[in-house]
């Protein structure tokens, strides 16, 4: 799409009228939090709509605006990273400030039926029945929705006295991060490797994430087979399914839990975010399964335990039921998914089978009016996560948004999408150098 570039200026932050002072972070706050210990950055908390909801404020090299950025999600503890270089944004946002807010859920407490329903939501992805837990109902958990996401922005700039310059929303991101929007049309917008919008209906978004997945499968076997010595004959479909297959179970040593078929699988999807570092390693170590060193294994194991959120028993953990309680708010949904538990995409299908039947998704399935804010798309023609469709999906409900396409072998962050997008149509002028 051919656009004429323009350099959008930042929106400075306007006085507003005196508001009751944020609540400072609790200590439990700053005590899990590694980014509060950061005197740097200011950590506080707002009640919003008899919510509870922890932020950050980091700063910028030289406080030129604000800008919200959505990294992901949902289950995710923003305010649990590490500190502004994890959140993976290009150098030419580092004089911004930047505003990370916690999902609603992060202050809840699991009670013990949430605790026994999570173990078997781990049990029905691994072992199965394939059938719903009941793990929604048991948690409890709240998820973010347009209305109750925007309030709750709305609540922390005023406490804060601040306006946004910008917004940015990676992944499951993009829905926020577009709720904001609508909301602070002043604002730049930036959407990258975006999630479905509401549009597109639940099931539908699993299926395009499983096939998505399997394609990337695919790809990268084939361009690793001949110079790894492996048979290019066959598919990357083929020999991970093949691996788990042979697989049972694997004692390990230095791990308590056996390695699992249903492990292959759900390591074989964690390696795939990062595809160019873990496809060497991903389909050598698949095409020898089991017969694989303890290191190999052990790295099979962790892989399997990072997407599913499991630490420390057969549990997944309260991150995982808040993934889950995001997604099923967030799209429409009808019947439950098919399919056997142990394979690849169990996690996937699992999750939609947990969504009870919703008409109404959380968030704005309507055009976004016209805003004074550019609207930026980046889009991967290889993501195994997010495919090129659902940012197409995106520009039908902003129309005026620019669509930047790129190819990295990952789901990859921001600030690689600018470095691969040399040529960018973006109008927005960090996004145009990083």
């Known amino acids: ?6 350099a959008v200026g930042q929106v400075r932050d306007r006085p507003v009228a005196a508001q009751p002072a944020s609540s400072p972070a609790s200590p439990a706050l700053l005590a899990s939090s590694r980014l509060c210990q950061d005197k740097a950055v200011r950590c506080a908390t707002v009640d919003s709509a008899g919510t509870t909801i922890g ?42 400030d930047v505003l990370l807010v916690d999902e609603p859920w992060t202050q809840q407490t699991a009670t013990s ?66 709720a904001a929007a609508r909301a602070f049309d002043t604002a730049w917008l930036v959407l990258s490797a975006p999630i479905a919008p509401a549009t597109v209906p639940g099931r539908q978004v699993i299926d395009e994430r499983i096939t998505t997945v399997y394609a990337a499968f695919d790809r990268s076997y084939a361009s690793v087979c001949a110079p790894a010595g492996l048979d290019c004959h066959r598919t990357g479909q083929a020999v991970l399914q093949a691996a788990i297959t042979r697989t049972t179970t694997l004692t390990v040593a230095g791990r308590t839990r056996p390695l699992t078929s249903a492990d292959i699988g759900l390591a074989a999807v ?45 549990s997944v953990s309260i991150n995982l039921t808040g993934f889950v309680a995001g997604i099923c708010a967030s799209y429409r949904w009808g019947q439950p998914l098919p399919g056997p538990a142990g394979l690849p995409e169990s996690l996937l299908a699992q999750t939609g089978r947990e969504c009870a039947p919703v008409t109404a998704p959380g968030w704005q399935t309507t055009p976004m009016p016209a805003r004074t804010g550019a609207v930026c798309v980046f889009t991967n023609t290889t993501d195994p996560v997010t495919p090129t469709s659902w940012a197409t999906a995106w520009q039908q409900l902003i129309p005026a948004a620019t669509i930047t396409t790129y190819t990295y072998n990952g789901h990859t962050p921001l600030a690689m999408a600018v470095r691969q997008s040399p040529a960018t149509v973006c109008p927005i002028k960090e996004m145009r150098h990083g």
């Open 270 to 314: 964690a390696a795939a975010y990062g595809m160019q570092s873990n496809q060497q390693w991903l389909w050598t170590t698949l095409a020898r399964m089991p017969k694989v060193s303890d290191d190999a294994a052990v790295q099979l194991g962790r892989m399997a335990d990072q997407l599913l959120m499991r630490y420390g028993d057969d």
């Open 113 to 178: 039926q949430c605790s026994d329903a999570r173990r078997r939501f781990a049990a029905a992805v691994t072992t199965g029945p394939a059938t719903a837990t009941g793990l929604l109902p048991a948690c409890q958990l709240a998820a973010w929705t347009e209305d109750r996401y925007t309030a709750a922005i709305t609540t922390i700039l005023t406490r804060e006295h601040r306006t946004l310059t910008g917004i940015i929303g990676h992944s499951f991101g993009a829905l926020p991060a577009t």
């Open 55 to 96: 932020y950050a404020i980091v700063p910028g090299t030289s406080h030129q605006g604000l800008v919200l950025v959505e990294v992901g999600g949902p289950g995710s503890d923003a305010l649990a990273r590490d500190g502004r270089d994890s959140l993976g944004l290009p150098t030419s946002l580092d004089g911004y």
């Open 1 to 6: 799409m051919a656009v004429i570039l323009v």
